[in-house]
């Protein structure tokens, strides 16, 4: 497996099949938040939001759209830094299983400042929010696809777009396939856990979509390797960043 990563895999995840979920999938999303509280997957999101937030001139309403949110719960650090930073901050969470859309319903039920909506990344339209985001959202996409995909989100926002993601590594890749077998017997979170570590990134993968971004548009990409093997990636609407 480790020769493997050399190179993204190009092997689906379970949960890219729609035709699939129920219980199953709602019992694994529930899992992966454990699984995001232990390997701390808000704080690259939040690194590179406060980033894109301090260049555009800390902005006190925000709309941020999260992409692939499945239930969402990464957005209640994001909720707390608007709180810290007097932000009046609105969050609409995107993802194209009712599964995964009924969990951020529950998990946000007293939560006035925080939609759900059923849909997915090419539905959204021309800037639909301040920033959108994703957390281990566009892995899900193979290299030919990524400049498509990031190249949307960029049209739908109107400041830019904040990435999480994780760095494809050997020592990520065994972190993730104890844990997820220590916490779950779930076949999606131990499929699914282990093989996001092969179609994850490097950093010459992020200077390949950059390179292919600036082909279309005025847009920079900046990363930043985070702790926990993440990537945070800031994609500016500007020339210099």
């Given at each position: 497996?480790?020769?493997?990563?050399?190179?993204?895999?190009v092997r689906a995840e379970y949960m890219?099949?729609?035709?699939?979920?129920?219980?199953?999938?709602?019992?694994?999303?529930?899992?992966?938040?454990?699984?995001?509280?232990?390997?701390?997957?808000?704080?690259?999101?939040?690194?590179?939001?406060?980033?894109?937030?301090?260049?555009?001139?800390?902005?006190?309403?925000?709309?941020?759209?999260?992409?692939?949110?499945?239930?969402?719960?990464?957005?209640?650090?994001?909720?707390?830094?608007?709180?810290?930073?007097?932000?009046?901050?609105?969050?609409?969470?995107?993802?194209?299983?009712?599964?995964?859309?009924?969990?951020?319903?529950?998990?946000?039920?007293?939560?006035?400042?925080?939609?759900?909506?059923?849909?997915?990344?090419?539905?959204?339209?021309?800037?639909?929010?301040?920033?959108?985001?994703?957390?281990?959202?566009?892995?899900?996409?193979?290299?030919?696809?990524?400049?498509?995909?990031?190249?949307?989100?960029?049209?739908?926002?109107?400041?830019?777009?904040?990435?999480?993601?994780?760095?494809?590594?050997?020592?990520?890749?065994?972190?993730?396939?104890?844990?997820?077998?220590?916490?779950?017997?779930?076949?999606?979170?131990?499929?699914?856990?282990?093989?996001?570590?092969?179609?994850?990134?490097?950093?010459?993968?992020?200077?390949?979509?950059?390179?292919?971004?600036?082909?279309?548009?005025?847009?920079?990409?900046?990363?930043?390797?985070?702790?926990?093997?993440?990537?945070?990636?800031?994609?500016?609407?500007?020339?210099?960043?």
């Amino acid at each position: 497996m480790f020769r493997d990563l050399s190179h993204r895999s190009v092997r689906a995840e379970y949960m890219d099949d729609f035709s699939s979920g129920g219980e199953e999938l709602s019992e694994a999303l529930r899992h992966l938040r454990r699984l995001n509280r232990i390997f701390g997957a808000s704080a690259p999101l939040l690194y590179g939001i406060n980033e894109l937030w301090e260049r555009s001139g800390r902005p006190t309403r925000l709309h941020v759209m999260d992409i692939g949110a499945g239930s969402g719960e990464i957005n209640r650090g994001l909720l707390r830094w608007a709180d810290r930073n007097g932000i009046q901050m609105r969050i609409t969470l995107v993802d194209m299983t009712e599964e995964a859309c009924v969990e951020a319903r529950v998990l946000f039920k007293d939560e006035p400042r925080v939609k759900v909506l059923r849909s997915n990344v090419f539905e959204t339209q021309e800037e639909a929010a301040d920033i959108l985001i994703s957390s281990q959202f566009l892995h899900h996409f193979a290299d030919e696809e990524l400049p498509e995909v990031t190249g949307h989100m960029l049209r739908s926002s109107k400041l830019g777009v904040v990435i999480s993601d994780i760095h494809r590594h050997w020592i990520s890749w065994s972190a993730v396939w104890l844990v997820t077998r220590l916490i779950s017997a779930n076949r999606y979170i131990r499929h699914d856990g282990p093989l996001s570590v092969a179609k994850g990134f490097c950093a010459k993968d992020w200077n390949q979509l950059g390179q292919a971004l600036g082909k279309r548009g005025n847009y920079h990409l900046k990363y930043s390797w985070r702790p926990l093997f993440r990537y945070s990636v800031v994609i500016s609407k500007e020339a210099e960043f």
